[in-house]
């Protein structure tokens, strides 16, 4: 294991160290914005395996080995997902498992949202369904959402020991080690056990439930509800290309600014996800900001 300044140089540190330069890895679309960025800024490539709304943002073996080719090296697997809160269920996840394994493929498996899915939705870990991966998995976590301590930065990755020493001799070089108030912090945290968070776990259940119910009332949003994390994911393709308060908005992203702009609102348009036409919206907020959130967008698009 090696205990990284948050989960994002763990990312980081790991594809410096898998891949050479041309080195190919599936990333299925919507990604998460560091993902593409880390693998290229290691000299890698990454190949985009759209997931389409229709099939819950979810692929199936057949479109990843659609996009295999000699040069790929690994599978980037995230589940429950940022930006779609996409949760795979464990048949499925046996299936890309072994598929990765015959395949020769390391798989990178971020598992930061691991603590928040809802209704009868569980969570798996890839290796933990496929044990005979384990020898070619690495796995990504951290304290930032689980324990909601962003700003202390700790994270961590877990990988077979050749890997963790490599990734660490990297890491020595970069930045020495992480803060050992950070690191003692992350340890109270853990040590706590997960009480508090089934406790924000529960909180984040009540507001998926307070956003989905305000989503659905607006005309030309479309939000199937997610299965874990703690966004929502809707498409607002039946908005655009329209003049909306005054504005004329052909794309998520114009739609994007026109929130910011007149109702305050800040949300990611999907194409920072590399789907568009959709817009994220975290609700890892207070109650009370979210009803005004809320509240501002009906008074702007109702
Ligand atoms: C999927 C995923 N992985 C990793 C991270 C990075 O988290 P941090 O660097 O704060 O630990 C994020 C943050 O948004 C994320 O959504």
Request: charged share 20%; glycine share 8%; with cysteine.
């Amino acid at each position: 294991m090696l205990v990284t300044s948050g989960t994002k140089q763990a990312v980081a540190h790991a594809f410096t160290t898998l891949l050479d330069p041309g080195d190919e890895v599936l990333i299925t679309s919507p990604y998460w914005v560091t993902f593409p960025e880390a693998i290229l800024l290691a000299g890698g490539v990454p190949v985009v395996v759209p997931a389409d709304e229709a099939r819950g943002f979810r692929v199936s073996v057949d479109d990843l080995e659609r996009h295999l080719t000699p040069r790929t090296k690994a599978l980037l697997f995230v589940s429950p997902s940022n930006p779609t809160g996409a949760v795979y269920p464990e048949a499925r996840m046996e299936e890309i498992g072994k598929w990765a394994e015959e395949r020769g493929l390391w798989v990178v498996s971020d598992e930061i949202y691991q603590h928040f899915t809802y209704g009868d939705v569980r969570f798996h870990s890839l290796p933990e369904v496929v044990p005979a991966i384990a020898d070619q998995t690495i796995r990504f976590n951290g304290t930032s959402k689980s324990y909601a301590m962003t700003g202390w930065r700790v994270g961590w990755l877990i990988a077979p020991k050749p890997f963790v020493a490599a990734a660490g001799n990297l890491q020595s070089h970069v930045c020495g080690n992480i803060s050992n108030v950070s690191q003692w912090a992350a340890l109270a945290a853990l040590r706590s056990g997960t009480a508090s968070v089934e406790r924000m776990r529960e909180a984040f259940a009540k507001r998926r439930g307070a956003i989905l119910a305000g989503l659905e009332r607006l005309p030309g949003f479309e939000c199937p509800p997610p299965d874990g994390a703690f966004y929502v994911f809707p498409s607002v393709a039946g908005l655009l290309g329209r003049n909306i308060a005054g504005r004329r908005v052909d794309t998520s992203e114009q739609l994007a600014g026109l929130l910011l702009d007149e109702a305050k609102v800040a949300v990611v348009p999907g194409e920072a996800f590399g789907a568009p036409g959709h817009l994220r919206f975290s609700y890892a907020l207070a109650d009370d900001q979210l009803e005004e959130g809320m509240a501002r967008i009906h008074r702007l698009l109702a």
